[in-house]
Every structure is written in C-alpha cells, then in structure tokens.
C-alpha cells in the first residue's frame, strides 16, 4: 500500500522510518482511496473537509475521521454520500456530537436532523467517540498522563504541552518556555 500523508509540520524522519510519502492537501484528496484524519481542531482545520474538497477526492472515496468533529462539513458528507462521490465513511466523532454521544438513546427519538439522516446510510459507520478504546490506548493515555505530571512537576520542558496564547515557532525553538 502507499500512505500519502499531509502535515503543516513534516517529520522527514518519521517519512523514512515509516515509509509514507508527505504531498500536498490537494494531491491527497486525488490520489487516496482512504482518507483517514487524525489531527486536532483549529481555525485552519475546521471543515477540512469541505463540498470543494470531497470534488477533488476520487469517485467512492473512503473518509474515516477520528479527530474532531468538526473536520468534516456533515450536510456536504450527507450530499457528497448521496451521489455516491463519498463511497463509505467511518466517522467516531460528529460535529454537534456534545448532546449524544456517551448517551444511550436506544428507546428515545434523535432530535438532530443531520445525525439522523447520516445514520441512515449503509455504508456510514458511526461509533460514540469511543474507537480509541482499546487496551492499547487506554494503557498510553495513562502512560502519558502520569508522565505529563511528572514533566510538570519536575519544572522541565512539556513535551505534550499545547501554546495557544504564543506564537508556536517561538515554543517549538525555546523548549523551556511555558505558555499559558
């Protein structure tokens, strides 16, 4: 298989060691038969996947996401997924997902037009933001929970530690200085 991958920052070391390929945004959507996000939710990442977008992307496309939900434009998904352009989605996050998921609406009706047309579909598989649980992931995220704290305590530098309040070049260079 060959992995496509796009990141704003590329690790060209990771790109040996994994063997994938870093292209443009827009060669991925042309070329990829899977596409499967799994970055964070920013002003630069909402609706990453868009009407425009998903045009671009080859007819019966598979689109996964287990970031956020607001990377896909769910209205554009349903219209892309009833023309067939979008051949299969595999979402574990949902846009507007606050008031469903983690709930158990088995005997009561969905008020929310979108999700319920999305899950009318076949060939949509929509999991509670739960795709993470696994042994494996719970394990790392204790892991790195407890190492976060001890970074913390310690005074050193954070390595998981997200700046929103400085410009992240700035962090990236000076690995001591802390942004709250």
């Not at 999700?115 to 204790?142: C, D, K, W, Y």
């Not at 530690?161 to 410009?167: R, T």
Request: proline residues 2%; charged residues 30%.
């Amino acid at each position: 298989m060959t992995v496509l991958a796009y990141d704003v920052y590329k690790d060209e070391k990771y790109e040996k060691e994994a063997g994938i390929r870093y292209v443009t945004l827009d060669e991925l959507f042309k070329k990829s038969d899977i596409i499967s996000l799994h970055c964070p939710l920013t002003p630069e990442t909402e609706y990453i996947i868009n009407e425009d977008n998903m045009k671009k992307m080859k007819n019966g496309v598979m689109l996964i996401n287990t970031g956020r939900g607001k990377l896909i434009d769910t209205r554009a998904l349903i219209k892309m997924l009833k023309i067939e352009k979008v051949g299969f989605a595999g979402l574990d996050v949902y846009e507007e997902e606050e008031e469903y998921f983690f709930e158990d609406f088995s005997t009561e009706m969905i008020s929310d037009d979108v999700l319920a047309r999305l899950m009318i579909f076949p060939n949509v598989l929509i999991t509670s933001h739960q795709g993470f649980f696994t042994a494996e992931a719970i394990h790392n995220i204790a892991v790195d929970t407890l190492g976060n704290i001890k970074e913390f305590f310690d005074g050193g530098y954070l390595k998981n530690e997200i700046c929103y309040k400085c410009d992240l070049k700035e962090c990236l260079k000076d690995k001591k200085q802390r942004c709250f």
